[in-house]
T-cell receptor, first 116, second 111 residues
Framework: AQKVTQAQTEISVVEKEDVTLDCVYETRDTTYYLFWYKQPPSGELVFLIRRNSFDEQNEISGRYSWNFQKSTSSFNFTITASQVVDSAVYFCALTPFETSGSRLTFGEGTQLTVNP | DSGVTQTPKHLITATGQRVTLRCSPR?????VYWYQQSLDQGLQFLIQ???????AKGNILERFSAQQFPDLHSELNLSSLELGDSALYFC??????????FGEGSRLTVL
């Protein structure tokens, strides 16, 4: 069985602060994919990143960065210099490698509010 | 815009009724997935179709069914609706590389 835990239910920051969203996962699979999705108030789910378990290299995309640590089963997401438009619910998700990155198990989500 | 189209965006109906949600995947994507997002259960995988055939089942109730048509669009049928079926239903499609691209969802309210 797989499980994704996002312990932070809600986070509130002031614009320009850095914020880290935590994600811890459990799986018996030796190979798997990890994802982050963003759900803005409008409701759609926006794909942010997919990382396979082979690759522990951290990734940076603009103000977004991800820290994958297999030893602690964590895949944390940092937003640097947060902006009001970053306000959304962020979901971490996991799937076995053989499903080619689909049939996701999602965490409960973290509601991020960025105040001006 | 993910390229996945879902209709209707909003739907209000009564208990015991039946509804059909429709999804058009991104051009070229053969796989379609349905997910349910509810307050108490969070985001849950329901079912996957690949090129017209059922590929995997998740936590889908027996009152729910789905199909994928030759033109690759998919429909999720929800019958004998209960209050607890009120949720946001997402369709997603994926290319061979596996990333899931979600539609905007269909918000179902059962009164």
């Amino acid at each position: 069985a797989q499980k994704v835990t996002q312990a932070q239910t809600e986070i509130s920051v002031v614009e320009k602060e850095d914020v880290t969203l935590d994600c811890v996962y459990e799986t018996r699979d030796t190979t798997y994919y990890l994802f982050w999705y963003k759900q803005p108030p409008s409701g759609e789910l926006v794909f942010l990143i997919r990382r396979n378990s082979f690759d522990e290299q951290n990734e940076i995309s603009g103000r977004y960065s991800w820290n994958f640590q297999k030893s602690t089963s964590s895949f944390n997401f940092t937003i640097t210099a947060s902006q009001v438009v970053d306000s959304a619910v962020y979901f971490c998700a996991l799937t076995p490698f053989e499903t080619s990155g689909s049939r996701l198990t999602f965490g409960e989500g973290t509601q991020l509010t960025v105040n001006p | 815009d993910s390229g996945v189209t879902q209709t209707p965006k909003h739907l209000i109906t009564a208990t015991g009724q039946r509804v059909t949600l429709r999804c058009s995947p991104r051009s070229g994507d053969l796989s379609v997935y349905w997910y349910q997002q509810s307050l108490d259960q969070g985001l849950q995988f329901l079912i996957q179709y690949y090129n017209g055939e059922e590929r995997a089942k998740g936590n889908i109730l027996e009152r729910f069914s789905a199909q994928q048509f030759p033109d690759l669009h998919s429909e999720l049928n929800l019958s004998s609706l209960e209050l607890g079926d009120s949720a946001l239903y997402f369709c997603a499609s994926s290319p061979q590389t596996g990333e899931l691209f979600f539609g905007e969802g269909s918000r179902l309210t059962v009164l």
